[in-house]
């Protein structure tokens, strides 16, 4: 504990309600090794007083003023530098932290710091504006892909960073369609304008060509490269200017002022230009904003007021048909504020987005659990993100998912590894709460068991008055969280037979935290196997156990994840029988599987099987069939992409459910022998930047590994070659090449050798 925020007395004022009492703020103390504190000098302090600002913290704004936003990007395009300027300005924070000297608030785990990358996604909570932002920073590597996925359920907009000089990259990709997706509304900030090779027109157009999207230009640079200095905001026809003479300014100095023709008659034409085709494109996407012109604005552009293309812009970029581009360079401190504003204008309210899922609760508690975090001392925290009623500390809860209450003890404002206690919080807000010990990620929490039953009785009757098929009403809960399957494994095995106990704890409660962490155990040789997104993802994986666990572990070689499939249909049939002691045990099962396109099993029941057979044995049947899915017929990989239907079955009355589930995972290996089976392999997508002189031996390279070279690109002086590898290829990093930069995201589907 590190203070007791001063509580605030009186009655509210304005729009805003003040909490009265005494909130305390709890910091987790950063642990340095002694490797980390020799290379870094962790120059800022951690505090309340000094920091953040509590009156500021404690201020609960209406549900319209709430923006709950995500900053996505490929990696080190800037993500963590743009949240860390985004504090900063906000006055969350009274010193600039640097990714490279490893003090920013998001990055606060240990091997975050020391490979300034970010690995896990961070909350922070402040306000702007007069608007509160609950801001999510999420990692850009490939191998916390989860971490997007699962702060982008919650999140009702984005803000997708982009590398000027690079433009739309591989994981950009990857999470413009995790974005897609959920249908989430974003801003385009195009970052790094002072880097030599910028290019505002080159990041526009790969947005245009490469993520089919429709940018909507609202600011211009004012020059690129070491020539930036500011942007022309396109709405208001303003400049904002920064005259940074040291590394010592900050940016929180800049100056606004209108554009003339008089300042620059050629850069002037250039901008209204360029807010005339805005005016006409948003005029093309909003009718509202198309009447309003042909009706008022009939003779001219020009005396369109800001007010008015803002709000079609916001409707615009609310309905998903456009996306607003804004430039500005983070570690530069240029274009930040701008950013901020746009946020707040352009991006949806909780009110904004529609959850008819929701309504079913009638304004009761209704949460979605989206991360946990495990805490030495408290236990599991658990983040969650309300959507309708009110959550208070020391209250039960109902977690639908798992048919349990528990009873919450604490609720908490997220600030990085810092948090705030509150009393309650309303609906739209993103929470930590303390005391969940059985919730997980994905799971729907809600006020009572009872409340359950009262959405199930109002579905029903609104699915009735609709007509639409009532089987849907049992499903009250939330949609999930969609876990990607794991790429790589390898052994893991603890110090001494001892410590296995204290081995599995530690992979618990990191499973846990990270649902792509994947633990299993090997049927033959008895050994645990951890299954995960990537090599580094593994590699944190081991250092965490040894940090946080005190076990040093010892590591398999790292393989690759195959699955197994099929190629054509086929049946089978097949009964066992078994005398054990007095008891006979007689099950006949038939059945039919064929291609399909899930990476689960896809299970149906014949019309004609007997209701009851198929009540009393349809979870032994279906444990059958994931049994006889963990091992294909090739190499003993997962089967996935099949889908099974169960023709016949009968049962000898006295049989046992383990029998069933025998018979049904020895009829499918039946099946699987009588058609062609395949395996599958994970791709890399790469995207190679170098020079020309280096292309034919990375061509040559490529072809070596099985690659499949799609396409060949100029950028500036570069030549940028896109192409799949096969993962298993891309083990050994390139050996003859050097001075090459070249990125990577994987292939979600993989393909056949």
Sequence with gaps: MLAVLKSVSGKPTGSYSVYTECLQCFKHRFVQNTRARHRYDFHRRYSCQQDVKSLRTIISPPISKIRNIGIMAHIDAGKTTTTERMLYYSGY????????????????????????????????????????????????????????????????????????????????????????????????????????????????????????????????????????????????????????HSSEDDGRVFARKSLTEADDPKFFKEAMEARNVLIEQVADLDDEFATLILEEYSDGFNSIPAEKLQLAIRRATLAHVAVPVLCGSALKNKGVQPLLDAITLYLPSPQDCSHDFVKWYDDELCALAFKVVQDKQRGPLVFVRIYSGTMKTQTAVHNVNQDCTERMSRLLLPFADQQVEIPSLSSGNIALTVGLKKTATGDTIVSSKASVAAAAR????????????????????????????????????????????????????????????????????????????????????????????????????????????????????????????????????????????????????????????????????????????????????????????????????????????????????????????????PLMNLEIMLSEEYLSNVLADLAKRRGNVQDIQSRAESKVVIASVPLAEMMVIFSDIIYIRFTWCIYVDGIYI
């Design 458 to 681: 109002r579905a029903e009757k609104d699915l009735d008055k609709k007509g639409r098929d009532r089987k849907t009403q049992g499903n009250l809960v939330l949609a999930g969280v969609e876990i990607p399957e794991p790429v790589f494994f390898c052994t893991i095995e603890p110090p001494s037979v001892a410590r296995q106990p204290d081995l599995e704890n530690a992979l618990k409660c990191l499973q846990r935290e990270d649902p792509s962490l994947k633990v299993r155990i090997d049927p033959d040789s008895g050994q645990m196997i951890l299954c995960g997104m990537g090599e580094l993802h593994i590699e944190i994986i081991h250092d965490r156990i040894r940090r946080e666990y005190k076990l040093q572990t010892y590591l398999g070689p790292l393989q690759v994840a195959y699955r197994e499939t099929i190629t054509s249909r086929s049946s089978a049939s097949d009964t066992l029988d078994r005398t054990i002691g007095d008891a006979r045990h007689l099950v006949t099962v038939e059945m039919d599987i064929k291609p399909c396109v899930e990476e689960g099993p896809v299970i149906a029941y014949a019309e004609d099987l007997p209701a009851q057979l198929l009540k009393d044995f349809k979870e032994a049947i279906e444990n059958g069939i994931h049994s006889a899915f963990l091992q294909g017929p090739l190499l003993g990989s997962p089967m996935q992409d099949v889908a099974v239907t169960v023709l016949a079955i009968n049962v000898l009355p006295g049989s046992s459910i383990a029998m069933v589930s025998a018979c049904v995972s020895r009829c499918f290996q039946k099946a699987l022998k009588k058609t062609e089976n395949l395996i599958l392999e």
């Design 93 to 244: 924070i009274r010193a600039l932290g640097d990714v490279d000297d490893g003090d920013t608030v998001t990055d606060f785990m240990a091997q975050e710091r020391e490979r300034g990358i970010t690995i896990q996604s961070a909350a922070v909570t402040f306000d702007w504006n007069g608007h509160r932002i609950n801001l999510i920073d999420t990692p850009g590597h490939v191998d916390f892909t989860v971490e997007v996925e699962r702060s982008l359920r919650v999140l009702d907009g984005a803000v997708a960073v982009f590398d000027a000089s690079a433009g739309v990259e591989a994981q950009t990709m990857t999470v413009w369609r995790q974005a897609d997706r959920h249908s989430i509304p974003r801003l385009c900030f195009l970052n790094k304008m002072d880097k030599a090779g910028a290019s505002f027109s080159f990041a526009v157009d790969s947005i245009k060509e490469k993520l089919k999207a429709k940018p909507l230009i609202l600011q211009l640079p004012v020059g690129e490269g070491k020539a930036f200095s500011g942007l022309v905001d396109l709405v208001s026809m303003e400049t904002v200017t920064w005259n940074l």
